[in-house]
């Protein structure tokens, strides 16, 4: 992962907005624990959000897989194989803000599938303006007039207006919505010259910061699958999935304020993430 690389990722669609779930009890010892009202309500509110974010990815990718010739699965490598650097920069180029020029290697589909995911779960897919370009980036050429129209269905001006947005994708004013996807590790499951499959474990946080806020930000954890064609000198989307998880117990960080989630998303950038 390399550093310095100030991007205006700012959300995406089963992008993983998340479920927040307490245990009953602690699976490390003590007590229970019991939310609030205040926070049972919080999590009647953003269950709320990421039902319609699930539907609106799985409608997105409804219809969209389809496999390449010549693939190969892993099944030498073991499952857990982890995710170690390389030292090999990912990329030196970017086009709208999205890397671009990924090695034709393993390694750079990995760096591909962990960049990728970073756009697609990011607040920049949800504005009209954005996403038929982030669309031209990161899928495949056959797939894009397709998938450009899906994600306007899915993207609905109900849908903006359902998570606090107007119908460009823009925060109220005195508000910012915040979506932003770290992938901890790849794992690519079949690798050929033409085609690769690769899952990214991820992190992010999403919603809306403002003090009013009914959206609260909260963070979440989800892998997506993405599989990868080598189109036109670079690796490209093919189809992408999305599941819950891995996610650890919830901590016991003290909930920053709306003012001091804002202020973050605009003063840190984002990475460039590297195999």
């Keep these: 992962m390399t550093s310095g690389d100030e991007q205006a990722y700012t959300d995406y669609g089963d992008t993983g907005h998340t479920r927040t779930r307490l245990p009953e009890t602690d699976p490390y010892g003590g007590a229970p624990r019991r939310p609030t009202r205040s926070s049972s309500r919080s999590l009647i509110t953003v269950v709320g959000v990421v039902v319609l974010l699930i539907a609106a990815i799985a409608f997105a990718n409804r ?61 920049d897919i949800l504005k009209p ?22 994600f306007n269905k899915a ?11 107007d119908e460009n ?7 910012t919505y ?44 989800f892998t997506l699958t993405l599989q990868l064609q080598w189109s036109d000198g670079d690796w490209k989307v093919n189809s992408f999935s999305q599941k819950d998880g891995p996610a650890p117990v919830p901590g016991d960080d003290k909930a920053s304020s709306a003012d001091q989630m804002a202020k973050a998303v605009e003063e840190y950038g984002g990475f460039t993430y590297a195999r």
């Design 129 to 150: 303006s954005m996403r038929s370009e982030i669309v031209r980036q990161v899928f495949v050429a056959d797939q894009q007039a397709a998938l450009t129209d899906k």
């Design 169 to 175: 994708g823009n925060a109220p004013v005195g508000h």
């Design 178 to 221: 915040v979506s932003r996807t770290a992938p901890l590790g790849t794992k690519t499951t079949s690798y050929s010259d033409s085609t690769a499959s690769v899952e990214v474990w991820c992190t992010g946080v999403f919603g809306m910061a403002g003090n009013d806020s009914t959206n609260p930000v909260t963070s979440d954890w």
């Design 63 to 123: 219809g969209d897989r389809s496999s390449g010739g010549g693939s190969t699965t892993k099944s030498d490598k073991p499952a857990s194989a982890p995710t170690a650097p390389s030292g090999t920069r990912p990329v030196n180029t970017k086009s709208a803000g999205v890397p671009t020029g990924f090695a034709h290697t393993e390694q750079g589909a990995e760096s591909a599938a962990a960049n990728y995911s970073v756009v697609l779960v990011s607040a």
């Design 155 to 165: 993207y609905s001006k109900q849908f903006l207006s359902n998570i606090g947005l």
